[in-house]
């Protein structure tokens, strides 16, 4: 029963996920169209990736006839962030977890996923896990079949405010604990600044985004823990 | 098979590989207190740097995206729960462009 009642509040976490996968991904469903997906490639692409900003340039990669070489070079920039996640994800969950557990835990592992998961107090439970996954990803496979098969069914105004539901859940997940702890305030400061400043750096801007935000984490993250290590256990 | 679905299988094997070997791999609890403390920081600089300056590209104004932005982070301090944050945020983008066009 446990299990059901971590499904559920997982679920519950999930649907402002699915909301803000639903606008990004028919944003996805149309550019796709354009690319020359069919409905079912462009749906079979978001079911299988989850992932926005590698698929996206997957359609460039349809696109450009890219080789495999390519293709994996190109996904293992944009999306090595979540190597990173999943490692932080291996150190919240129970270390008994069944490798079937870790298995399909993998799959679901996306920014949003990933930030309401290590927001959960205590050791992280697979259900929890599924249950984000059981909004967020007919969420964002529902968004890609509508925006392909529809173009225009949701009102432009409508996806510009949904367009928001993924950041403000972000904010959520990562402004509690800033209000804890000042050293948490001052690295999100920290970050966001420096972010920002390599974006307005015209020379820097062209950087992939997914490999600005690793070289970001390991650099910050990495200084934080060596100035400020953390000596209680924070995960209980 | 056509290219699409070729392409879709790559990049999925690719990122589901990226997304399983720490997970599956590593299985102990890290005593270490260096990589305690990396991976206890690791969320908040990762999702910091993925909001900022990215949600200000986010909605059809970056005037409507502050807002959003400013609104999310009074409700998400005040302890408001995830949905609703996320919820509030949606409306004020909403209302920020009712106005502005």
Known sequence: MKNVREWRIGFKNGIPIALGYFAVSFTFGILAKQAGLNPFEAVFMSATNLTSAGQ?????????????????????????????????????????????????????????????????????????????????????????????????????????????ALFGMLLAVIIPAAKESKIILGLIILSMVTSFILASIPMLASISSGLKIIILTFVIAGVAAFVFPVKENTYE | MSNAIFVSVVMAAVTYLIRVLPLTLIRKEIKNVYIRSFLYYVPYVTLAVMIFPAILDATASSWSALVGFIVAIIFAYRGASLVSVALLACLSVFCVELFLY
Do not use: C, K
């Not at chain 1, 293709?71 to 999306?79: D, E, R």
């Open chain 1, 56 to 164: 996206f340039a997957g359609l460039t990669l349809i696109a450009t006839a890219a080789t495999i070489a390519e293709i994996a070079a190109t996904q293992l920039i944009i999306n090595s962030r979540y190597f990173l996640m999943s490692f932080a994800l291996s150190q919240r969950i129970d270390p008994e977890t069944s490798f079937f557990h870790r298995l399909v835990m993998s799959f679901g592992i996306t920014d949003e996923v990933f930030g309401v998961s290590v927001a959960r107090q205590g050791r992280l439970s697979p259900y929890y896990v599924y249950g984000v996954m059981s909004a967020a990803i007919p969420g964002w496979s529902l968004g890609t079949l509508f925006g392909v098969i529809s173009g225009n069914i949701l009102p432009p105004r409508m996806i510009s405010a949904l367009s928001i």
